[in-house]
Structure formats: C-alpha cells, structure tokens
C-alpha cells in the first residue's frame, strides 16, 4: 500500500470513527465485523460498528460486508431499521486447496454461531437509501430498487 499516494490509510476503532458524517460513496468490510462479533461486548460493538458506517456512508452508500458468517446469524446485525439498508446475500466459493476435503453444500461445516467453515463466503451488499420502507399494513418491506449486483 505504500505506492498507492493517491490513497490515505488511517487507523481508527471501526465502532468511533473519527470521520466526517455522508463521507464515503462505498465501505468495505472484509472480516471486521466478523472479528468484533467474536470478542467482548459482541452485539452491542457490531451493532456500533454498523451505526458507525451508517453514518459515514452518503444517503444512497453501499456498505460492503465479506463475511464467514452465514445469512441467519449475520442479518440480524445488518437489517435494523435505524441504518436505512436493503441487504443482498450473495455467495463465493472458497478457493480449494489441493489435499484438503471439499464440501459441494455451501452451509456444510458453519458452525452454531455462523462462524467459520462451509465452502464460501458470505457478501453482504447494504444499500443506503431513502426508498425502503415498511407497508403499515403488512408489516412487508419493500423496495423499488434494483440490486447493483442483478
């Protein structure tokens, strides 16, 4: 990363981000939430880690998330109505090292908490923006955007 000088690094707690509110277009996530999750404090730091990048991403910001985790243990995290987030799951597989077992189910070998194992990797795509809402009368979420990845 040293030759990239158009680029600024910062080192910052992810749950305080010293960073100015509607920053950032997009935010990548590549086990940092994972690694929260795992740690003391778990649900209320992964609920101010999301909060954080809520904040900080523009009104129509994409927050993407690259997770072990599988969809049941990670959506209750990243669907609270307060960060105004429609999220998509997407899968890739994992790449296959010679001599160790592959699994042909993506779920096979997550474990209870949606920790590591299984065959892929969870993506998590969170769309910002001001056009999700839930029908009063069917309590239905629904929204009339397209997904970036359709």
């Known amino acids: 990363h040293r030759g990239k000088t158009s680029m600024v690094w910062q080192h910052m707690n ?3 981000l010293n960073l100015p509110d509607a920053s950032f277009n997009v935010v990548l996530d590549k086990g940092t939430l ?8 778990s649900l209320n730091n ?3 880690m999301c909060m954080e990048v ?3 991403l523009k009104a129509d910001g994409i927050f993407i998330v690259i997770s072990y985790g599988i969809p049941e243990n ?5 669907q609270e109505e307060a960060y105004s987030w429609r ?3 997407h899968t890739v597989p994992k790449a296959q090292l010679d001599g160790l077992p592959s699994s042909s189910n993506p779920a096979d070998g997550d474990l209870a908490d949606g920790s590591y194992g299984g065959s892929v990797h969870y993506v998590y795509i969170c769309e ?3 056009s999700i809402f839930k029908s009063s009368s069917t309590g239905v979420e629904m929204d009339e955007r397209e997904s970036p990845l359709s």
């Open 14 to 16: 992810a749950c305080a």
């Open 34 to 41: 994972d690694s929260i999750l795992c740690g003391n404090g």
């Open 46 to 48: 992964g609920a101010m």
């Open 54 to 56: 809520s904040r900080v």
């Open 74 to 78: 990670r959506l209750q995290y990243l």
């Open 87 to 89: 999220v998509s799951v």
């Open 128 to 130: 910002k923006g001001p």
